[in-house]
Every structure is written in C-alpha cells, then in structure tokens.
C-alpha cells in the first residue's frame, strides 16, 4: 500500500511564485526523497533528508522533515514554467524499499 | 557514469498476447533492480524487485512475471496480456547503499487494446 499522501493533488501557480508542496506518511523512516516526474518521463532524484535532519536546501528547493508529525514539505521558490512536472515523495525505511506518494502535478504558468 | 536503459517506449499490444519489457543498466556491478506500474495520475506500484541474479521478489500477485538473466538484465514479461496491464511501465536500480536513491530508466507506456 501507499504510504505517503501528498497535498495538494494539483497546484497551478504564476512563474516567479512559490510552490509548496506536502507530504505525509505512517511508519518510521530512514529518509524521506523527493522526485520530479515531467509528463510521460522517468523519475528524477531530487533531494534527500535524514530522519535526524529538519531542513536542507539544494538550489532553489527547500526540504523541510517533521517526524513527529509524520511529514515533510517542498518548497520550490521563485519558480518557473520549466518546473512544470508531478513531484513524489519517497520514503526509506529498512526494508531497503522506496513507498512513493501520489504525487502533486505542478503547473507553473509563464 | 552509469546509465540505465529501458525499450521499446511505447507499446500497444492485443489482450491474450505476450509481453516482454527489458530494462538494462550499465557503469555499475550488482546493483537492486525494479520494475514499477503507474497507472495515469497516480503514484509508482512496486511489481517486482531483484539484489541478484536469479532473485526476484513479488509484491503484488498479478498476471506479471520478471526475470534477471544477467547482473544488469531485468526482464518484465507475461504470458498472456490483460487490459487492465496498460499503463506505464518504470525500472529502476540502486546501490543497495543505506541512502537507497533510485534511478529510473524513461518508461515504457503499454496500451493493451
């Protein structure tokens, strides 16, 4: 079964806006993985963040990781219309297996 | 630099016929394999996953098999297709390190008329 949800399903947003993006999950994690889908494409690795870890930035994505709560956010600043893409959420735990989320489709507009 | 490949990427095959998807991966030596479904809109189903050669786990009961001939070979395959196959068709490998980054290969979208 899927075990991360993410918020919102869909997001539509003007170039130069923010984006946010959430996700959230059930069990224990080792790290949580964010990665971008464009149409009809593999996926791609984005960033990664350690359970023991709160926030990490890469560029203009920004990964924030609450385990209490079970969750985590993506926050891609100053977008752009080449952003448009679905982006997953991926959760590693030992089990050495990846459970993706359902993914949030991302529509920035020129 | 490792690559991994996947063909053929677009496939439309009749209902009752047989499937093979191969997925091929190079510039690194045993790596995890896997083979995921993804239905339109939705998120990755992990269908098979394989740490060696000859090793194959299911996660789902299905009307699927895969194969691992070789270190870098994954094999999706079936013998008689049904329409609720269609979809898309993802591979992926990692090191089997502890991070567990994965990295897939462009898809296949198979259409089962």
């Known amino acids: 079964s899927q075990q991360g949800e993410e918020d919102p399903q869909a997001l539509s947003i003007q170039e130069g806006e923010n984006a946010t993006m959430n996700c959230s999950y059930k069990?224990?994690?080792?790290?949580l993985q964010w990665y971008r889908q464009n149409s009809g494409r593999g996926l791609v690795h984005l960033i990664l963040i350690r359970s023991n870890e709160r926030e990490k930035h890469s560029g203009r994505l920004r990964v924030t990781l609450d385990t209490s709560k079970k969750s985590s956010s993506l926050l891609i600043t100053a977008s752009r219309a080449a952003d448009t893409a679905s982006y997953f959420c991926?959760?590693?735990?030992?089990?050495?297996?990846?459970?993706f989320g359902q993914g949030t489709t991302l529509q920035v507009k020129p | 630099s490792q690559t991994i490949h996947q063909w053929p990427a677009t496939l439309v095959q009749p209902v009752g016929s047989p499937l093979s998807l191969e997925c091929t991966v190079e510039?690194?030596?045993?790596?995890?394999l896997y083979w995921y479904r993804q239905a339109a809109g939705r998120g990755l189903q992990l269908l098979f996953y394989?740490?060696?050669?000859?090793?194959i786990s299911s996660e789902v009961p299905q009307n699927l098999s895969a194969s691992r001939p070789q270190d870098r070979q994954f094999i999706l395959s079936s013998k008689k297709l049904l329409l609720s196959d269609s979809g898309f068709y993802l591979c992926a490998w990692d090191t089997g390190g502890e991070m567990g980054i994965q990295y897939f290969g462009a898809g296949t979208r198979l259409s089962v008329l």
């Open positions: 991926a959760t590693a735990s030992n089990t050495g297996k990846l459970i």
């Open positions: 510039g690194t030596s045993n790596p995890n």
């Open positions: 069990t224990s994690i080792n790290n």
């Open positions: 394989s740490v060696g050669i000859g090793q």
